[in-house]
């Protein structure tokens, strides 16, 4: 889904106990409803530039005593909660450097022995200020997870009398007295404790109201709880009061994570803004409407642009750029501008209000033009990346449960929304096929697939292209079978994700390798080559019974073909073939009519050589002037 983190473009959230399609509140919970600013200027092609709003996020980290334990503690390999916790903000720190540099992250601790916050609440330790990631930051935190632990108890120690409400009291602080202006806030409580506070009631009220206070402040609070070995996880014992007021709809939350993947995942997901491309209106009707917000699910990511520096003083440059009048060397301002079309060998002026009527085809939005079953959709009418849209409760009032509606009918009959879609204002209106997608849940609860629809671009008459293809010899029923083994036994499931660009994977690794300091880059190991010795293994003998069957005896991939006779035949073949052609010809016929051009230069000089014509050069049109002038052309 858009947003700052290019590298991970997943939804995840929270499934309903019943797993049905949610109504206008509980639909709002998916995350799109209270968004922030669009990002409404950018262009339909991913020219994306970023947003200038930047998001603030705070990892609090409970550090009980439980965080710290290990099923092994003989185990140094083996890592505690409290690292794994470390390792997502690590990762996320290098992410946003890559990702959204602009953005704020901090880092505080609670249940700490030792204090240090700007208000002086006991047990509560801001590790690290809400600020931009830096490599700085970076190398603290990994030599906290590697040499800090066996001294965390000296350094920082633990203390069970701390006071959540206090924790979230720091938070909200950091975010309130930031020098930057943080658009999104977001808090992400990490914590193996189902029952903080247990038999402290006032406590447990408080920190329940300070939860209330952020979300009126619009500070997000998420629960990234994490399961201790052979117990369970209760959220309803004071969790779910603390995420969820009286109003709201309870939904299941994601199982507790065990493992640095499970949690990277859920923190990916959150860690960052799901902004809309824009919002516009769903028309089904005359007079019915709906709100809708545009995302992107896919978006290319390219290597940052390069920054121009000054040589003297290092300073990143600006770049102005400036017309002038070619004869009088005037500088132009926009206003003394026109643009022109030249049609007939006539040029054509126009005044900008003129460029803005032409390119204006109506209203932006959606526009309904019928239905068709998805088994009319095909694959190859793909002519650009597709987008997704989700209900917008802040543009049309009721907007989610009308698209609530549409979506459960759609999959139901099994049919695609063809719409008419203007994406903005001055763009061209084009064709989109809206595919209903189901709500998706991993073996963890994690949300992989939102409830919505895809804008599938669909193409003009004037985009399809009639391809002609020569026939080529047809496979045996035999060989198609050999084909069939082969491919079944190379079969595995593919997904994109599995696959980083090796070729922006070095990137980043030299850049970071330079940024912290280190000998040499982390190694990248290329996914994307074929694993050899793994499909032979599977389908070694299935490939050679292939190659049996088609390929004839000694054949070898990629050797070049060898000619029978070699060089010196080949060269008396084409000797012999171009004596043939010559004695054919009549020579004096061809020479009156003038085709002698059409002749090849070999043929030509065996004619010369034949009629024992002297010819003042050895190029074609020395030949031609020569037989020409021996038959008296």
């Not at 139901?412 to 084009?430: H, L, M, Q």
């Not at 193409?459 to 069939?484: L, T, Y």
């Not at 004695?583 to 004096?588: L, N, Q, T, Y």
Request: charged share 30%; proline share 4%; with cysteine.
């Amino acid at each position: 889904m858009p947003g700052a983190n290019f590298r991970e473009k997943k939804f995840e959230e929270q499934k309903t106990t019943n797993r049905k399609y949610r109504v206008k509140k509980e639909m709002a919970d998916f995350g799109f409803a209270n968004f922030g600013d669009d990002d409404d200027n950018e262009e339909e092609e991913f020219t994306f530039q970023g947003v200038t709003q930047r998001d603030g996020l705070i990892f609090l980290i409970d550090c009980s005593k439980s965080m710290f334990d290990k099923d092994d503690e003989d185990n140094e390999e083996e890592e505690s909660h409290f690292q794994l916790c470390l390792r997502c903000a690590q990762t996320t720190l290098q992410n946003k450097i890559i990702s959204s540099d602009k953005d704020l992250v901090g880092i505080v601790f609670y249940g700490t022995e030792k204090s240090q916050n700007p208000s002086d609440f006991k047990h509560v330790y801001v590790y690290q200020g809400l600020e931009q990631p830096g490599a700085e930051r970076i190398l603290e935190l990994e030599n906290l997870i590697d040499d800090g632990m066996k001294s965390f108890e000296k350094d920082f120690g633990h203390n069970t009398a701390y006071s959540l409400n206090d924790a979230l009291w720091t938070c909200q602080n950091m975010f309130a007295n930031s020098s930057q202006k943080v658009g999104f806030k977001r808090i992400m409580l990490f914590t193996n404790n189902d029952n903080p506070h247990a038999g402290a009631p006032q406590l447990q009220r408080q920190a329940k109201t300070k939860a209330g206070d952020l979300k009126e402040t619009g500070i997000e609070l998420e629960l990234m709880h994490l399961q201790k070995p052979n117990e369970s996880f209760e959220v309803d014992k004071f969790y779910k009061d603390l995420l969820y007021s009286a109003d709201d709809d309870f939904t299941e939350l994601a199982n507790p994570a065990e493992r640095l993947e499970e949690l990277l995942t859920r923190v990916r997901s959150k860690d960052h803004k799901k902004r809309a491309l824009r919002r516009i209106p769903l028309t089904l009707g005359p007079g019915l409407e709906l709100g809708v917000g545009v995302y992107t699910l896919v978006r290319p990511c390219y290597k940052p642009t390069a920054v121009k520096l000054s040589r003297n003083t290092n300073e990143e440059l600006k770049t102005h750029s400036k017309t002038y009048l070619r004869e009088t060397g005037e500088v132009l301002m926009p206003q003394d501008l026109k643009k022109a079309q030249t049609y007939g060998g006539k040029r054509i002026s126009f005044e900008n209000d003129e460029i803005n009527q032409i390119k204006n085809f109506g209203e932006t939005g959606f526009k309904l033009m019928g239905f068709k079953p998805s088994s009319l959709l095909k694959k190859y009418y793909h002519v650009k990346p597709a987008q997704f849209i989700y209900p917008d409760e802040t543009t049309i009032t009721g907007s989610t449960t009308l698209f609530t509606a549409l979506l459960k009918k759609s999959l139901e009959r099994d049919v695609t929304a063809i719409c008419k879609y203007i994406s903005g204002k001055n763009f061209p209106p084009r064709f989109v096929a809206l595919v209903p997608q189901e709500e998706e849940f991993d073996k963890q609860n994690v949300q992989i697939s939102p409830p919505g629809f895809h804008v599938i671009y669909l193409p003009f008459a004037d985009d399809f292209r009639k391809v002609k293809f020569e026939e080529q010899p047809k496979a045996g029923s035999e060989q198609v079978e050999k084909a069939k083994e082969m491919i079944k036994k190379m079969k595995f499931t593919f997904n994109s994700e599995n696959f980083e660009n090796p070729s922006l994977q070095k990137y980043w690794r030299n850049i970071e390798a330079l940024a912290l300091d280190r000998t040499a880059p982390e190694e990248v190991e290329d996914f994307t080559l074929p694993d050899d010795e793994r499909m032979l293994k599977r389908a070694g003998e299935a490939i050679d019974n292939f190659k049996d069957m088609v390929f004839p005896s000694g054949y070898e991939p990629g050797a070049k073909k060898r000619k029978a006779g070699g060089a010196t035949g080949n060269a008396a073949a084409k000797k012999a073939k171009t004596a043939d052609a010559s004695a054919s010809i009549d020579v004096k016929k061809e020479a009156e009519e003038g085709r002698l051009g059409k002749l090849t230069v070999a043929v030509l000089k065996e004619i010369v050589k034949k009629e024992k014509i002297t010819a003042s050069g050895t190029k074609k049109a020395d030949l031609i002037d020569a037989i020409n002038d021996h038959f008296g052309v």
